[in-house]
């Protein structure tokens, strides 16, 4: 006596066919692939995020130390003869500009203080940004105003 559930059902089959087998490591092996991908590109980002991450700490404790200082004490760098430093593995530009600020009644002298961190390769004086796609590059700008 044979109930409606098993009607269809093939008894005389006892495995699982070429066709079968070859189906399922295909949808396997397409999962794979689609998770390793992720990862990567997951990998790829928090790694990113990490480096834009210290290099804004290393280009805020650049500024908190010139924002310390007295304002005769700040030394002027134009564009050219610029200061480049590594820390940690980040090349950190840093630029000053001394200007006037005129439209007041009382004419304010201003120092212009620009930090440009970006993520290195190297080490030593063989150091080098790395490619464009990867590179974590901030820039910070503050203005120190003489009293």
Same mark, same amino acid.
């Given at each position: 006596m044979r109930s409606e559930f098993y009607h269809g059902m093939n008894f005389k089959s006892r495995g699982l066919g070429f066709a079968e087998v070859l189906f399922s490591i295909g949808i396997v092996s397409v999962v794979i692939v689609t998770l390793i991908g992720t990862l990567s590109s997951g990998l790829d980002a928090l790694q990113k995020a990490t480096a #834009?991450?210290? =290099? $804004?700490?290393? &280009?805020?404790?650049?500024?908190? #130390?010139?924002? =310390? $200082?007295?304002?005769? =004490? +700040? @030394?002027?760098?134009? @564009?050219? @003869?610029?200061? %480049? %430093?590594?820390?940690? &593995?980040? +090349? /950190?530009? !840093?630029? /000053? !500009?001394? &200007?006037? #600020? %005129? #439209?007041? @009644?009382d004419v304010m002298k201003y120092k212009k203080l620009t930090v440009v961190v970006s993520k290195a390769e190297g080490v030593g004086s063989d150091v080098k940004l790395k490619n464009s796609r990867k590179k974590s590059s901030i820039t910070l700008e503050t203005i120190i105003i003489e009293n």
């Open positions: #834009y991450n210290q =290099s $804004m700490i290393i &280009g805020q404790r650049t500024i908190e #130390y010139y924002k =310390s $200082m007295k304002y005769a =004490s +700040i @030394p002027i760098h134009d @564009p050219d @003869p610029e200061v %480049t %430093t590594t820390k940690d &593995g980040f +090349i /950190v530009d !840093l630029y /000053v !500009l001394e &200007g006037i #600020y %005129t #439209y007041t @009644p």
